[in-house]
């Protein structure tokens, strides 16, 4: 498989990302290169494998529904770009 | 006093040889005059560290103290630090004080150690040579002509471990991050089990493969830091509830009858004949102390890397994609509208790997493709997995290089990134299977350190520290240090 223009274009969307025009060529190989490496996985069988997603197989471990975590928005705001009266702000979204 | 390991340095400090304070002192000094020309911290906590003395050397006179109280020692600036500017080597969080103390960062504190400061790491620890790293490359204390990288993506805390900047340093690891800098700085570097240190406040890049250990000089200090940054963290799921045995315990038992496995795809035509001899004196030297060795196969371990840059790069790409602008990190100047805020946002913040990492990822996990690669990548993943478990059926450790090279120069690698992939070709294994896995300086390539890597079953980081240590007491390749510090 390989990544053209367009498809730099629209994955750099999907990852809200902006794609210089010069860029593209460069980075198109580049990602062609690495695809070229990850394709090896195609040629092995993996029927009846289960994909593996945590070393141990374990699952998640649920708590008691308590309240542990306090209230501290002053504080995890204090490192926000821009917030007032306790809101994030962000460019206009609604006319 | 900068040559000494914590161990020594504990005992010092209980002896009364010094007070924390001094010791403090002594490598905030020595930060001062040396790591200007190697960059390998990018924070540092002066006026914290010395009060965190102070308070250490009043717990001592109360007759309170641990063996890490009072013990300086330094955090890869992955770890959120509360009060603290934590970039994780990005221009995203140039500006980033953490409200909150990652878990690891939490025991450091308890434990009574003292905080140098922030170590340079590749941005968001993607890179195998700390070029990617936006507040600049770290240089290689062991670099003598031609300036070398220390290895990445931990190579600040490894460039200041190997410059006696700090005694000890914390690390992680997602694809060989912990031992490949430890190979090419001459260090002891740790990456324990998936699950057994809280990951919790580390700054995430591949989350099923992420995993923290200690950056040290001996096998003696990496169990000793071990014993403080292991255990279960309800605020991590991903962490194991298992009990976290003293790594320091078990460090001097006799390794008569150990079974090695030597991965015969690891040890193969490709290796350069130095490091062949290197880790055949090796093999040599622990069959002296009674271990047994006997070849064994990892048949898929050459899917290791391409499985991984399918992995790693999806896991990225999600984790990523809270770097929107709007809670923390930076945000682009007069965004028209919210896409525009959180486009240019982005492609501001990261740098050139960062993004190709995650338009990869984005790729591999969008519709139609889903299945074809990310699917595709944790069966394999599995396979490799099912290789390892096979091998530890007859065998306690395996034995293999760490990295393929000692360091190498800047850019050396060219204008494709896959060539540095490929850097990471014998460490990223360990992280798919989640096993423990270190690297322990094992000899000398042209002047420059080189490691071999051990690989532990699950939660057999004692048996690992255990080989490591033994191996240390027969040799003094982990002593050596570059010349100009």
Known sequence: ?95 | MFNKTVKELSIGLSQGEFSSVELTQHYLDRIKAKDGEINSFITVTDELALEEAKAADQIRAEGKATDWTGIPFAHKDIFCTKGVLTTCGSKMLENFISPYDATVVSNMKTSGAVCLGKTNMDEFAMGSSNETSYFGKVINPWSDKEQLVPGGSSGGSAAAVAARLTPIATATDTGGSIRQPASLCGLTGLKPTYGRVSRYGMIAFASSLDQAGPMARTAEDAAMMLNVMAGHDAKDSTSIVKDVPDYTASLNNSIDGLRIGLPKEFFNEHLSPELQNILQDSIKQLESQGATFKEISLPHSHLSVPAYYVIAPAECSANLSRFDGVRYGHRCEDPKDLMDMYQRSRTEGFGDEVKRRILIGAYALSAGYYDAYYNKAQQVRRLIKNDFVSAFEDIDVILSPTSPSPAFGFDSKGDDPVQMYLEDIFTISTNLAGLPGMSLPAGLINGLPIGMQLIGNYFEESKLLNVAHRFQTATDWHTLAPKNI
């Open chain 1, 1 to 95: 498989m390989s990544i053209g223009p367009d498809d730099i274009n629209q994955i750099a969307h999907l990852a809200r990302l902006k794609i210089d025009e010069k860029d593209v060529p460069k980075l198109s190989g580049d990602l062609d290169n690495i695809l070229s490496l990850v394709d090896q996985l195609q040629a092995v069988n993996t029927d009846n494998i289960v994909p593996m997603a945590h070393p141990m197989d374990a699952v998640q471990i649920l708590r008691k529904d308590v309240v542990t975590e306090t209230n501290q928005r002053e504080k995890y705001q204090a490192v926000a770009p821009a917030v007032e009266d306790g809101l994030y702000l962000v460019p206009k979204v609604i006319e």
